[in-house]
């Protein structure tokens, strides 16, 4: 069975950063994409980044590009998201997620299937 769990979220004021972790278990994750969601009060849940199976490729969406860095430990079985620079807009619950199928890049949102039950970041003004 696939489990996510996520770890890292809080509270920090603007400007600052936080690293959120995604342990993954139940399955060989080095063949899998992995991605980090967000959900806002009142707004759909967004793709923030993902990062390929290989590791190789990465994607940002446009908001935080230059802010954030997703990386991930093979060894761990572990993702992990590096936010800097936090702002006020960035406050969302945060959700680790993982593909349905193997070797995929990560950058469709249809083909994730699995995820976590999400973190709460808040980033106060």
């Known amino acids: 069975q696939v489990q996510l769990v996520e770890s890292g979220g809080g509270l920090v004021q603007a400007g600052g950063s936080l690293r959120l972790s995604c342990a993954a278990s139940?399955?060989?994750?080095?063949?899998?994409?992995m991605g980090w969601f967000r959900q806002a009060p009142g707004k759909e849940r967004e793709l923030v980044s993902a990062i390929s199976w290989s590791g190789i490729n990465t994607y940002y969406a446009d908001s935080v590009k230059g802010r954030f860095t997703i990386s991930r430990d093979v060894a761990k079985d572990t993702v992990y998201l590096q936010m800097n620079s936090l702002k006020p807009e960035d406050t969302a619950v945060y959700y680790c997620?993982?593909?349905?199928?193997?070797?995929?890049?990560?950058?469709?949102?249809?083909?994730?299937?699995?995820w976590g039950q999400g973190t709460q970041v808040t980033v106060s003004s």
């Open positions: 997620a993982t593909t349905r199928s193997r070797y995929s890049t990560g950058s469709d949102i249809r083909e994730y299937d699995y």
């Open positions: 139940g399955r060989t994750f080095s063949s899998y994409a």
